[in-house]
């Protein structure tokens, strides 16, 4: 028989519900909430808000497009953390009142796991490349920076961690500073395109083991514009491509040097990246270039599994199925995962 999973997340300020059969993505709606871009970050309770405005009608789109009806469905699996109380509370209300109607099991996932094991969601029409165990992935989101192993679908030891800001809020905070909305990854990513990488120096960390800093990458480009803004007060507007270029090559240095000590270290040349800052075309082009010269398997998500989407926890929950892990219906969701 197969099985069909109903995926929630509602972990930040995307509402997204997707629909997976047998590990097969049928549809993979998300909702943005536009809300939050004047104000250089996500509003949590503008966040929640917007989830309950958009849960009802997301899953009816998706449950349309998929073509499948809520009494096909097999189990319900929503994001239970890390994220934002309020938004997550949203998502996990509407999976009990689902799993609760339809009398099926409610599966919880954790969204970081979730973001490794978007690799694993499968296309129809599509040549599926899927990676071996152990499997060396660099998760680079919003709000975390890890290096983890995987062992197996639902095994990881994490071996590196940011001790203080994310990969993705260096961009989005260089990005405010520079006067761009939130998230501002995607725009630096663009304007890079046509920027020197080494027209400007930034100072990079210097952390031991495969752990990550980037506060100091914040503070020194905070610094090193205001001394030029005071002799250029356009330096912004007339460099913006450089800066843009120049950041992104230190961004994307920091990481993939600690990509490279891990392989070193752990022997595992099946590598892959995930996450929302893995849709940035300067850290791809580096994977991919290191990947030829080190002869490594390496695996990039599909766009659309890269940024926050519910297809990723419905493969998770896809796995837990199988293994029988369900929850309880007194589960109660958790900002710290
Ligand atoms: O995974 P995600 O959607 O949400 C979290 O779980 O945090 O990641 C969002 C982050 C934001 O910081 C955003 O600026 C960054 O991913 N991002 C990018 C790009 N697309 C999204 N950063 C750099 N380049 C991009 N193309
Ligand atoms: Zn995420």
Redesign the pocket.
Known sequence: MAVTILAIES??DDTSVAVIRDGYVLSNLIANQEVHMSYGGVVPELASRAHQANIVPVTHQALLKAGIKAEEINAVAFTRGPGLLGSLLVGTSFAKGFALAQNIPLIEVN?LQA?VLAHFILEKDKINRLPAFPFLCLLV????TRIIIMKSQLEMEVIGNTIDDAA??A??KCGKVMGFTY????L??KLAKEGNILAFRFAKPRINGLDFSFSGLKTSFLYFLRDKLKEDPEFIENNKADLCASLQHTIVSILLAKVITASHQTGITEIGIA???S???GLRNEMKKEADKRNWNLFIPEFRF???NAAMIGITGYYKYLRGEFSSHDIIPLARY
């Open positions: 972990s930040c969204h973001h989101s919003g709000g975390h993705g809020e961009f989005d998230p501002a990854g995607p630096i990513d996450g929302g800052v849709a940035n075309s890269t940024t926050d």
